[in-house]
């Protein structure tokens, strides 16, 4: 069945270093892969998505890039602050019976140490 | 707005009781899902819905009901709990105008003894 990879499960990086998370997604018809970050305590929030028409996205330090051929995607997280330290899930979406459903990824838990 | 608004927050159950958890969305949104999640395994789906009256299974809908009368409103029933059905469960809404995005709530823990 559909799956996505989500690779490192966990990631310590010092304040101020760039943070990478990469995942990989299995069904080729995926179109849109959003990002989440998940707070203690919280439910996800998206913080940036890509859809399969477009190579990069930017939001200040935040960016996502997507390799279609090699169907991953990556979330890169540059000059890390305390606050970015949470929960990160990838998913990917396809069109399915009217409805968009995901397949999240496993998590990825992001420490930034001050 | 208050976005997606679950209920309750916290609960315990014993193994073969029932309850019924409650997610309510104002921003009119289409799509409604409930999702579960244990460590490790990130979100997994359970049912959703595509509009009022309207039901499917997801990933996971293994001894879980759900309903939708009213297209604010997505209930998601256990019928007789189970240990396994320990989890924290989060429902989303979504719709097709503003693309894919899903807007979580704020989630239930839900401990099954």
């Known amino acids: 069945g559909e799956n996505v990879e989500q690779h490192p499960s966990t990631l310590s990086v010092q304040e101020g270093d760039s943070a990478v998370i990469k995942c990989t997604y299995s069904?080729?018809?995926?179109?849109?892969f959003p990002w989440y970050k998940q707070e203690l305590g919280k439910g996800p929030q998206l913080i940036i998505d890509i859809r399969s028409n477009v190579g990069e996205k930017k939001d200040q330090r935040i960016a996502v890039t997507l390799n279609k051929t090699a169907k991953h995607f990556s979330l890169h997280i540059t000059e890390t602050q305390p606050e970015d330290s949470a929960v990160y899930f990838c998913a990917a979406s396809t069109a399915s019976s009217g409805t968009y459903k995901y397949i999240f990824g496993t998590g990825t838990r992001l420490k930034v140490l001050a | 707005n208050a976005g997606v608004t679950q209920t309750p927050k916290f609960r315990v159950l014993k193994t073969g009781q029932s309850m019924t958890l409650l997610c309510a969305q104002d921003m009119n949104h289409e799509y409604m899902y409930w999702y579960r999640q244990d460590p490790g395994m990130g979100l997994r789906l359970i049912h959703y819905?595509?509009?009022?009256?309207?039901?499917a299974k997801g990933e996971v809908p293994d001894g879980y009901n759900v309903s939708r009368l009213k297209k604010q409103n997505f209930l998601l029933g256990l019928e007789s709990a189970a240990p396994s059905q320990t989890s924290v469960y989060f429902c989303?809404?979504?719709?097709?105008?503003?693309?894919?995005?899903?807007?979580f709530g704020p989630g239930t823990r839900l401990t099954v003894t």
């Open positions: 989303a809404s979504s719709y097709e105008g503003r693309g894919y995005e899903q807007y």
């Open positions: 069904d080729s018809a995926s179109n849109y």
């Open positions: 819905s595509v509009g009022e009256g309207t039901t």
